[in-house]
């Protein structure tokens, strides 16, 4: 079971930019596709951010993010990235990483591998 590691994130202000990275352990991504979901105390459920096709570098966005946040990888680094812009205070939440050995898009039953999961705080 492949192991992702996040890092990134943490607090900014309202309109400012933060970016996540994803890495799987060893330095070489197993995956068919990577996804970003994201967690509010207010639901209970991740909710689906963007995915992208690894070799094929095909993005998919929730429309919610669409044209804020960009969805990206490094093949040579084995590592993911989401790229968030004009962030606002609801966009406050947990963001994962996901990765899975087929195309689960949004999907998230779907993701077999998960990371950690890292804080994004954003103030007003």
């Known amino acids: 079971q492949a192991q992702l590691i996040q890092s990134g994130g943490g607090l900014v202000r309202a309109g400012g930019s933060l970016s996540l990275s994803c890495t799987e352990r060893g330095g070489t991504f197993s995956g068919y596709g990577m996804g970003w979901f994201r967690q509010t105390p207010e639901k209970r459920e991740r909710e689906f951010v963007a995915a992208i096709m690894w070799e094929a570098a095909v993005p998919l966005y929730s429309p919610t993010f669409k044209g804020r946040f960009t969805i990206s990888r490094d093949t040579g680094k084995g590592t993911g990235y989401l790229q968030m812009s004009s962030l606002q205070p609801e966009d406050t939440a947990i963001y994962f990483c996901?990765?899975?050995?087929?195309?689960?898009?949004?999907?998230?039953?779907?993701?077999?591998?998960w990371g950690q999961g890292t804080q994004v705080t954003v103030s007003s």
């Open positions: 996901a990765s899975s050995d087929v195309w689960n898009g949004s999907y998230e039953p779907g993701y077999k591998n």
